[in-house]
């Protein structure tokens, strides 16, 4: 099978749907390497993960022949017929336009639509753009991928779709999170970075939906022995948790760090006590998925998917009630026992993400659209 791949993302994105794109395409060509994985970008970054994932020889990375222009929207399809490529996967919302017409089948993926959802964290300009972009993809493409049972209901709600043309296909993460570190690597993570002994992570863009004034909040009813440590590339919204900082008198509690290396992530991960995301809206929750794979309780917001995400197991807040959360907190904190429950039951309940069945889910998915169009 000839299959082509929107790799705008994977080829220059660090973070969120570039690991994402390079890891399914990534796990399908080691899992599946029968196949040909064509990767389309009308540029490329210059990066370590980006050129270990083009390293993979069965990887074919395609760049415009005829200049970038239109190129991912329209001219596209001139090389995706040249390379007789059979089902195309729109990474990120979106296909060319009119591949509808041509013998190309395609797929979409839809992580989420949370500029409908909730408008005002969006510019006027950028919610128009993508809604048209992901409205015209769900309509034209052969196959909805959703990333969480909550973001296909969204899909029905807001598009008009129907639920069977849609198919939802968790994400995993990536593998560096299921591999224990050793005591030595820790340790020099824990000084590189001067992590404080007991502490609580949040990790995530600094911005209003992610909701970390509200970790802030619930921080001065948390036992005084535990920091906060948040990893995440900084907003404007950074000033206001700056201020709530402020006034509760929390400076010296906290730990901002930005730019960390991917290979020592999961490491931080690894020593952190307890791991909170009380996002308003998420279409997921990649940063869950880590964290249980780590072996870290986890506290979650309730309102979304992040149920989908920590499982039965982890425990779940009001994303408007800090005292519920930090009742949480020190619930966690105070009973060893419900620490070691909630790490074993949460990593048997990750394994439903983990690579291999998510990968075969996917080209399942792939092969039935291959087989209905025998049919007809």
């Known amino acids: 099978m000839r299959l082509g791949f929107d790799g705008k993302r994977a080829a220059n994105n660090l973070t969120g749907l570039g690991n994402y794109s390079r890891l399914l395409i990534d796990n399908l060509a080691t899992q599946y390497p029968e196949n040909r994985y064509f990767v389309y970008t009308p540029k490329v970054k210059s990066a370590k993960q980006i050129d270990a994932f083009f390293q993979n020889e069965n990887i074919k990375l395609e760049l415009p022949k005829n200049g970038s222009f239109l190129w991912r929207s329209v001219n596209i ?82 598009y008009d779709i129907e639920p069977n043309k849609i198919e939802v296909i968790y994400q995993s993460c990536d593998d560096n ?16 970075y001067k ?16 909701n970390l004034k509200l970790i802030v909040q619930a921080l001065q009813d948390v036992n005084q022995d535990y920091k906060l440590v948040v990893i995440g590339k900084q907003t404007p919204y950074f000033k206001s948790v700056e201020k709530e900082i402020e006034k509760l008198g929390l400076k010296k509690r906290i730990v901002f760090l930005q730019n960390i290396p991917f290979a020592d992530l999961p490491g931080i991960y690894q020593m952190a006590s307890i791991f909170v995301y009380p996002s308003f809206y998420e279409g997921f929750g990649i940063p869950i998925i880590e964290a249980l794979y780590s072996g870290v309780p986890t506290i979650a917001a309730t309102g979304s998917c992040l149920e ?14 800090s005292k519920s959360l930090s009742a949480s907190i020190n619930q966690i904190i105070d009973s060893p026992q419900l620490q070691k429950e909630m790490k074993e039951k949460g990593l048997e309940f990750v394994q439903k993400f983990n690579s291999p069945l998510v ?15 025998a049919i007809t």
């Not at 570190?181 to 993570?189: G, K, P, Q, S």
């Not at 989908?308 to 009630?321: K, V």
Request: aromatic letters at 10%; charged letters at 30%.
């Open 177 to 192: 999170f299921k591999q224990a570190f050793d005591a030595t690597t820790l340790n020099r993570v824990r000084l590189t």
């Open 359 to 373: 990968t075969k889910q996917l080209m399942n998915c792939y092969l039935n659209i291959l087989d209905s169009e």
């Open 77 to 158: 399809l001139k090389d995706l017929t040249r390379d007789e490529i059979q089902i195309y996967h729109g990474l990120s919302h979106e296909i060319p336009f009119a591949i509808q017409h041509t013998r190309i089948k395609s797929v979409v993926t839809i992580h989420d639509l949370i500029f409908l959802r909730f408008p005002q964290y969006y510019k006027f300009i950028d919610r128009k753009l993508y809604k048209w972009k992901s409205k015209s993809a769900c309509k034209n493409t052969d196959k909805i991928i959703a990333i969480s049972e909550k973001t296909k209901a969204d899909i029905v709600e807001f």
């Open 195 to 210: 992590l404080p002994e007991k502490y609580i992570l949040n990790v995530g863009t600094i911005e209003e939906r992610k």
């Open 308 to 321: 989908e995400a920590g499982g039965p197991n982890s425990l779940y807040i009001s994303p408007l009630d």
